[in-house]
């Protein structure tokens, strides 16, 4: 557990090093998928015990993470981080830098994972005081984008964090026209939408 949250501590800190780190270890394809179901039962149960606190909480998951639907929003949020790492590895290669999908996917990850730790932090500030809540979700979100833009920069190998911010800006706005063309697919109100 030391280790653990001396590693959030240096992927905070050092998000390059970290980086690295994750990258030289090449884990194995199938703890790389594990890692990330986890993750998204994670991230579910994390909305899901929100929910029982803050009634009204389910606007701040994309989609809807309710008891209702939780097979649905497991999977779409599933697609979406394997349909991102796809998007960071194909707009990286397309500005010159040489990442692989699964080791992107990786970092993708540990990513997600430290995104629960910040928010669980954020939502537990924002109980107490939601002023106070709300300046410590800006600067979660800020920190994060950070450590996100050295992950791709490490893993495309970039010189320079603009070509890597180019990277998740691209990523994103494909990401945003993807998500809009599945919720017409399948239609808001499966997806727990207005």
């Known amino acids: 557990m030391k280790a653990l949250l001396s590693f959030v501590l240096l992927t905070l800190r050092q998000p390059g090093v970290?980086?690295?780190s994750i990258l030289l270890r090449q884990f194995p394809n199938e703890a790389i998928w594990t890692g990330l179901f986890l993750a998204v039962i994670l991230n579910a149960l994390l909305f899901g015990v929100l929910e029982l606190f803050i009634p009204d909480s389910g606007e701040l998951a994309m989609f809807d993470m309710s008891s209702e639907s939780p097979g649905l929003s497991m999977m779409i949020s599933a697609v979406r981080s394997v349909?991102?790492?796809?998007?960071?590895?194909?707009?990286?290669r397309w500005l010159g830098g040489s990442g692989q999908f699964m080791p992107i996917l990786s970092l993708l990850v540990w990513d997600q994972l430290l995104q629960?730790?910040?928010?669980?932090i954020g939502i537990a500030v924002l109980l107490i005081s939601p002023q106070l809540g709300s300046m410590v979700f800006l600067v979660i979100g800020l920190v994060l984008l950070f450590?996100?833009?050295n992950f791709v920069n490490e893993a495309h190998g970039f010189a320079s964090l603009w070509r890597a911010f180019a990277v998740v800006l691209m990523a994103s706005i494909v990401m945003v026209f993807a998500m809009i063309l599945i919720v017409r697919l399948l239609g808001p109100a499966n997806l727990g939408l207005l």
């Open 18 to 20: 970290a980086a690295r």
């Open 147 to 149: 450590v996100l833009l």
């Open 83 to 92: 349909l991102f790492a796809g998007l960071l590895t194909f707009g990286g």
């Open 116 to 120: 629960l730790v910040c928010m669980s």
